[in-house]
């Protein structure tokens, strides 16, 4: 199962407008990534109601992942990189 753990770069963390661009880019993949506070359950990242209930804010560390299939590693390593950038402008 490929995963990854990245930081949460928005000053707002995954909430309202960066929520929905994340909710969005994951619901696009081939496969259903998950992401998951450190230490906390999983969720579907492709929920924007999912995103903003997980309560990652600013600086906090999750975990991105995917059930093993085609294109698995490249979407958890998109949603990666976008949860890892500034998406608040």
């Known amino acids: 199962m490929p995963e990854r753990r990245v930081t949460v770069a928005s000053k707002v963390g995954l909430h309202a407008r960066p929520a929905a661009l994340v909710a969005k ?39 991105i992942s995917a059930e093993d299939a085609e294109g698995a590693q490249e979407a958890v390593d998109a949603i990666a990189e976008l949860v890892a950038s500034d998406l608040d402008a």
């Open 25 to 63: 880019a994951a619901a696009a993949q081939p496969v259903a990534v998950q992401i998951a506070k450190a230490g906390g359950t999983p969720v579907a990242a492709g929920s924007v109601l999912n995103l903003m209930t997980l309560a990652a804010g600013h600086g906090d560390e999750v975990i």
